[in-house]
């Protein structure tokens, strides 16, 4: 599932979505990642100061990469969407 975002928070909630449609706890994922499950909450919940190395072994973990690509405009009008 392809997912957009934006802000570390939407970073964090992809990530808590995609670990919960593996079926896994925050526990079991720091295991797979070999971090801590405290580490898990803070990046779900977007915490500053996350480090890239973090953000990188989780991504492995569950199966994931970055894709680096030009950010889609927003719509100026809403009929712009329709």
């Given at each position: 599932?392809e997912?957009?975002?934006?802000?570390?928070?939407?970073?964090?909630?992809?990530?808590?979505?995609?670990?919960?449609?593996?079926?896994?706890?925050?526990?079991?994922?720091?295991a797979?990642?070999?971090?801590?499950?405290?580490?898990?909450?803070?990046l779900?919940?977007g915490?500053?100061?996350?480090?890239?190395?973090?953000?990188?072994?989780?991504?492995?973990?569950?199966?994931?990469?970055?894709?680096?690509?030009?950010r889609?405009?927003?719509?100026?009008n809403?009929?712009?969407?329709?």
């Amino acid at each position: 599932m392809e997912q957009i975002a934006r802000t570390s928070m939407q970073i964090g909630a992809a990530l808590r979505r995609c670990r919960r449609s593996a079926g896994l706890s925050q526990d079991a994922l720091a295991a797979k990642a070999n971090l801590r499950q405290a580490t898990i909450s803070a990046l779900e919940s977007g915490g500053a100061g996350m480090q890239l190395r973090t953000l990188i072994d989780v991504m492995a973990a569950l199966g994931l990469e970055i894709v680096i690509r030009e950010r889609t405009k927003a719509a100026n009008n809403i009929e712009d969407v329709f």
